[in-house]
């Protein structure tokens, strides 16, 4: 196969990874999701299910130690929740068509060997005005170039052109469903990529617990409640989606430093609540069950904000790609799909909503589609686009997609990610 002569190149030019980044990539490379899509001409419904031994259902906690609350929110059994991403282009994009995600994947982004952060963009404009210190996901447009695809991170538009093109509809809509900070609460997060990873209008999923001033939480659970004042660091392993573990205004109340707090004891450093605006028209349901989460989510087919969503019209085709974050990873230690076309009553696509009579789907009576996942590394779309890959050519003029050459079966991908990690080293 084509992959297989051109994967040397790609993996030694692309993926030189750094001791560290070796040891957050996954253990299993590659595996399925298995997808389903309806609508009745109000609303949009997703269903995914995808393997995940254990769930990750806290984000960011307080755990007493030595008589002090300590903040503890990477590795292990807490740190980084379960997270399910979809990025929708309705054909304005450049590139996502075949690229997918590797379209909003720069050099530069945090976690990346090449990563700028810090000082760097301290004194930068566009990343002072929404209050950024790292560069996360980003579409070229978003840059000056005299070519469509150079992406120079600190070449950012200014806010008139990136608002023009918002207007014009060039951004990707960003479902990000959540099972620490936003879930629990029945909600996905709404959010687009255009210069930045950027929070749709309105209020978050959740607020912070935390006190920067004394150093402690603002609010502990309620123990006439829900039968405790904090969650034990020894039982985050055991938590399932049926267990209380995320703080709300119904089941806590305000913070007693004079409780007698024993070793071990865990409070989240968020708190979560019900977003408003347009960052809160995304329903969410999520379990976890027999070493699967099942997600569904629903969401008006056109939410009126055209600005930071994208609406779905029967008749049309759209492009997604799927992102997986699960084993207490983040960032880029994640999973990803290749694009995929999305027909909203359109026969002929790889993904088909189905069009239903009444407020929710018939789940049983819409088959699964079966879509490859694998861990993406470090590649970028400027390693794809420049002269060290083989296919560059052909993706510059955007004619060609990552399945045209390397396959899309799972055990192409699995292939894929596996000669990666051989190359490398890992």
Known sequence: MMARNLLAALVAAALMLSSAAL??????????????VAYNGEDFFW???????????????????DGQWVRVNSGGVVGSEDRFTIMVDQGTVAGFGNLGCYATCHAPVRSLDTAVGGDALADHPAYGAIGRNDIRKYIAESRF????????????????????????GVFLDLWHWRAA???????????????HRINDAGSGPNTSNFDGASGLPIRMFDPEKVGFAALRFDDLPNLTTADVYNLTSENSIPFDPDYAWQEGDVIPRLMIREPAG???????????????????????????SPRDDIAFAIGRTYTVGFGIFRDFTSTRFHHISYPMKLGVGTPGAQLT?????????????????????????????????GEEHPGYLEMQQDVASCA???????????????????????
């Open 23 to 36: 040891a957050a990539a996954p253990e299993e490379l590659a595996y399925e999701l298995d997808v389903k």
């Open 47 to 65: 269903l995914v299910s995808w393997p995940a031994e254990t769930p990750s259902l806290l984000h960011d906690v307080s755990v007493f130690r």
């Open 145 to 168: 170039g005299d070519l469509w695809w150079e992406t120079a991170w600190d070449a950012v538009k200014p806010p008139e052109m990136l608002d023009d093109l918002r207007d014009q």
């Open 181 to 195: 900070r936003s879930d629990a609460m029945g909600f996905a997060d709404n959010q687009y990529v255009l210069e």
């Open 278 to 304: 347009s960052r809160g028209s995304i329903r969410s349901d999520g379990q976890w069950a027999d070493g699967r989460w099942t997600v569904e989510m629903q969401r008006a087919m056109d939410p009126g």
């Open 353 to 385: 909503a189905v069009g239903f009579l009444g407020d929710r789907p018939d789940w049983d009576a819409i088959p699964w589609t079966t879509v490859p996942v694998y861990y993406p590394a470090q590649v970028t779309m400027d390693w794809l686009l």
């Open 404 to 426: 045209a050459c390397h396959g899309a079966t799972l055990e192409d991908v699995r292939w894929l990610s596996q000669g990666s990690i051989d190359e490398t080293g890992e």
